[in-house]
């Protein structure tokens, strides 16, 4: 399934997921973005400290397959994306789960904050079992 048409920095964020590349991942993130994951969770602030956050998620999994994007949908500087994920545990388990992303980009095309909803919960069961 082709990737839905969004903003070039929203693309690179999906794409360097489905690469595992931490630094391409957080490359798309202004220097002094916002990334709330998940939505209630106290904010990850600032380039280096989402690419912190990137890297120790992606150490979790052995590989992380990626986020799929499903449905993008854009107005203006905002794109709320529809997103599968998938991984496998260090151990060889699978991992899936979804959710839905809302970016704001910058001036320049970056994103400014990301708000990531889905059911951490559902997510931590997986990791747990």
């Known amino acids: 399934m082709p990737m839905p048409a969004m903003p070039a920095s929203v693309l690179r964020f999906f794409t360097a997921s489905h690469a595992a590349d931490a630094e391409a991942w957080a490359s798309t993130f202004a220097e002094n973005a916002v990334l709330h994951d998940p939505v ?14 990137i890297a120790e998620v992606l150490s979790g999994f052995s590989p992380f397959l990626g ?10 500087n905002a794109v709320a994306v529809a997103w599968h994920g998938s991984a496998l545990t260090t151990a060889g388990r699978p991992v899936n789960w979804s959710g839905i992303n ?28």
């Open 67 to 76: 986020l799929t994007p499903l449905q993008a949908h854009t107005a203006g």
């Open 40 to 53: 209630g969770q106290p904010p990850i602030e600032g380039r280096a400290a989402i690419h912190a956050f």
């Open 102 to 129: 809302v970016f704001d980009l910058d001036d320049d095309g970056l994103i400014a904050e990301a708000r990531a909803y889905f059911d951490q919960a559902v997510l931590r069961a997986q990791l747990a079992s």
